[in-house]
C-alpha cells in the first residue's frame, strides 16, 4: 500500500469514530427539537441519547469477540451497514418510540465498528514505530471530532434541521464501505474462537442495568427505589458472571488478558481518562453558563482551546514516539495532568478563588498530558493484546470510555448537586478528584506496566 493510499485508509478506519461523536454530541444539541417536532416530554426525548449510549456500552465487548472470530473487515462493514441504515431511519420517523428504537440500533452499529476499525488499523500498520504514529494521528481525529463536535452539529441543526445529523452519515457510511472493500483485501479471522451466549447476555444486561441506574439517577436520584432494584440487579449480574467467567471455556474477555496485568492497568488507565476528562467538561461548562454568566456558545467556546491543546498533546505523541518510548511518553503525561490539577486547586485555596485565565491555561496543561496519555495507553494496550486478542483489546478500550463517561458525568453531578452554592468549592472539589484519581493512576502504571 502507497503512502497516499495508507493515509486514505487512516482517514476512513476513523470516519467511524467521527460519526460516532457527532450522534452523542450532535444529538444532545437536537433535543429540544426533536422534542417539539414530535410533540413529545422531555424525559421521553432523552432516552433518544439513553438507548445509543446504553446499545454502545453494553456490546462493545461482545463485538470484540465477534471481531476476532469473523474478522475486523467484515464486523466493521456489518456494523457500518446497520449503523448507516439506522440513521436513514432517523431521517424519516415522527413516532419517539421508532427513533429511540433506532437509536438503539445506531448504538449497536457503532459498537461493532468502533473496535473492529481500531483492529484493523492495528493489523494494517504492521512497523511498531508506523504503527505509534498512525495511532497518535488515528487519536488527533478523534479527538478534533470530539473538541468541534458541538460546533459542527449545531451548524447542521441550524441549515439543515435535527435530522441533518443522520443524514450526514449515509455517505459517509457509504464511502466507508466501498473504501474498505478496495483498500483492504484480507479479513483475518479465526473460527476457532468461541463465543458463549450465556456470559455475553449476563454483561449485556448488567452494563444495561448499571447505564440505566446512572443515566436515570441524574433525573429520579441515584437513591429512588425503582433506580436501586436496578442497581441491585446489575450487582446481581455482575456477580453471576464473574463466577460463571471463571469456568467458562469461552470467556468475554481472555483469561490470558485478565491475568496480565499490562492488559488490566493500560484499561484502568483509559477509565480513568474518561472519568476525568466528561467530568471536567460537563462541570466547566455549567461554571461558564452560571456562575460567570456567560452564554453557551461563549461557555462553548472557552472550552474549545483546552480541546485544540488535546490534540496537540496527540500530535505530539505521534512525532516523539519514533524517539521516546511509549512508556516514558505515558509517565510524562500523567505528571503533566497531575500538575494541571494541583495548581488549579493551589490558587483555589490559596487566594479564595482561580482567574479565569488562569483556569483556563492549567486545564489547558492537563489536557496537554490527556492528550499524550490517550494515544500513549492505547498503543501498549494493542502491543499486549497482539494480533490475535487485537479486536478484543479494542472493545475493552472502547467499553471503557463509555462507561467512564457516565462514571465521569455521575461524578460530576453529585459534586454539583452536593455544593452548587459554591462554585468556588465545586471547582476545588473537582480538581482534587482529578488528583486522586491520576495519582492512583501514576502508581499503579509505575507498579505493574512502566517496568
Given at each position: 500500500m502507497n503512502k497516499k493510499a495508507s493515509a486514505y485508509l487512516l482517514f476512513v478506519l476513523s470516519l467511524g469514530y467521527v460519526m460516532a461523536v457527532l450522534d452523542t454530541t450532535?444529538?444532545?444539541?437536537?433535543?429540544?427539537?426533536?422534542?417539539?417536532?414530535?410533540?413529545?416530554?422531555?424525559?421521553?426525548?432523552?432516552?433518544?441519547?439513553?438507548?445509543?449510549?446504553?446499545?454502545?456500552?453494553?456490546?462493545?465487548?461482545l463485538s470484540g469477540m465477534l471481531t476476532a472470530?469473523?474478522?475486523?473487515?467484515?464486523?466493521?462493514?456489518?456494523?457500518?451497514?446497520?449503523?448507516?441504515?439506522?440513521?436513514?431511519?432517523?431521517?424519516?420517523?415522527?413516532?419517539?418510540?421508532?427513533?429511540?428504537?433506532?437509536?438503539?440500533?445506531?448504538?449497536?452499529?457503532?459498537?461493532?465498528?468502533?473496535?473492529?476499525?481500531?483492529?484493523?488499523?492495528?493489523?494494517?500498520?504492521?512497523?511498531?514505530?508506523?504503527?505509534?504514529t498512525m495511532l497518535g494521528i488515528w487519536t488527533a481525529i478523534i479527538s478534533v471530532?470530539?473538541?468541534?463536535?458541538?460546533?459542527?452539529?449545531?451548524?447542521?441543526?441550524?441549515?439543515?434541521?435535527?435530522?441533518?445529523?443522520?443524514?450526514?452519515?449515509?455517505?459517509?457510511?457509504?464511502l466507508t464501505v466501498l473504501s474498505l472493500l478496495i483498500l483492504v483485501d484480507k479479513n483475518i479471522a479465526d473460527q476457532q474462537v468461541k463465543i458463549d451466549i450465556l456470559d455475553n447476555l449476563l454483561l449485556v444486561l448488567s452494563i444495561s442495568c448499571l447505564v440505566i441506574y446512572l443515566v436515570e439517577?441524574?433525573?429520579?436520584?441515584?437513591?429512588?427505589?425503582?433506580?436501586?432494584?436496578?442497581?441491585?440487579?446489575?450487582?446481581?449480574?455482575?456477580?453471576?458472571?464473574?463466577?460463571?467467567?471463571?469456568?467458562?471455556?469461552?470467556?468475554?474477555?481472555?483469561?490470558?488478558?485478565?491475568?496480565?496485568?499490562?492488559?488490566?492497568?493500560?484499561?484502568?488507565?483509559?477509565?480513568?481518562?474518561?472519568?476525568?476528562?466528561?467530568?471536567?467538561?460537563?462541570?466547566?461548562?455549567?461554571?461558564?453558563?452560571?456562575?460567570?454568566?456567560?452564554?453557551?456558545?461563549?461557555?462553548?467556546?472557552?472550552?474549545?482551546?483546552?480541546?485544540?491543546?488535546?490534540?496537540?498533546?496527540?500530535?505530539?505523541?505521534?512525532?516523539?514516539?519514533?524517539?521516546?518510548?511509549a512508556e516514558m511518553l505515558a509517565t510524562i503525561s500523567i505528571v503533566l495532568a497531575i500538575l494541571g490539577a494541583v495548581a488549579i486547586v493551589g490558587f483555589e485555596l490559596f487566594s479564595g478563588k482561580i482567574s479565569l485565565l488562569l483556569l483556563l491555561a492549567?486545564?489547558?496543561?492537563?489536557?496537554?498530558?490527556i492528550g499524550i496519555l490517550t494515544p500513549a495507553t492505547t498503543t501498549l494496550l494493542m502491543q499486549v493484546a497482539g494480533q490475535k486478542y487485537s479486536g478484543i483489546a479494542a472493545a475493552t478500550l472502547n467499553a471503557n470510555k463509555q462507561i467512564g463517561g457516565l462514571f465521569g458525568t455521575m461524578l460530576a453531578s453529585i459534586i454539583v448537586g452536593k455544593l452548587s452554592q459554591n462554585w468556588d468549592l465545586v471547582i476545588s472539589m473537582l480538581f482534587l478528584s482529578n488528583i486522586l484519581l491520576y495519582l492512583l493512576i501514576f502508581i499503579v502504571a509505575r507498579r505493574y506496566l512502566y517496568r
Open positions: 450532535g444529538v444532545v444539541l437536537a433535543i429540544p427539537h426533536i422534542k417539539m417536532d414530535m410533540q413529545v416530554s422531555l424525559e421521553q426525548s432523552i432516552w433518544v441519547i439513553n438507548a445509543y449510549v446504553l446499545a454502545l456500552g453494553s456490546m462493545l465487548l472470530k469473523y474478522g475486523a473487515k467484515k464486523i466493521l462493514i456489518f456494523g457500518m451497514l446497520i449503523f448507516t441504515g439506522a440513521s436513514l431511519g432517523c431521517t424519516l420517523v415522527n413516532e419517539i418510540l421508532a427513533m429511540i428504537v433506532l437509536r438503539f440500533m445506531q448504538g449497536f452499529g457503532a459498537a461493532l465498528f468502533m473496535p473492529s476499525s481500531l483492529a484493523l488499523l492495528f493489523l494494517t500498520y504492521v512497523d511498531p514505530i508506523k504503527r505509534a471530532a470530539t473538541g468541534t463536535g458541538s460546533f459542527i452539529a449545531g451548524m447542521m441543526i441550524s441549515y439543515f434541521g435535527w435530522r441533518g445529523i443522520f443524514l450526514v452519515n449515509i455517505p459517509l457510511g457509504a439517577g441524574e433525573q429520579y436520584g441515584y437513591m429512588d427505589n425503582i433506580l436501586l432494584l436496578f442497581l441491585a440487579l446489575a450487582l446481581l449480574f455482575f456477580t453471576w458472571l464473574f463466577f460463571y467467567e471463571r469456568k467458562s471455556k469461552a470467556p468475554i474477555v481472555p483469561i490470558e488478558l485478565l491475568k496480565n496485568a499490562e492488559f488490566m492497568v493500560t484499561n484502568l488507565i483509559g477509565f480513568v481518562v474518561n472519568i476525568s476528562l466528561y467530568g471536567i467538561v460537563l462541570i466547566l461548562g455549567l461554571y461558564f453558563q452560571i456562575y460567570l454568566k456567560m452564554s453557551a456558545v461563549v461557555a462553548g467556546s472557552l472550552i474549545v482551546p483546552g480541546m485544540v491543546i488535546l490534540v496537540v498533546g496527540n500530535l505530539f505523541y505521534a512525532r516523539a514516539v519514533n524517539k521516546i518510548s492549567f486545564f489547558a496543561l492537563m489536557s496537554l498530558g
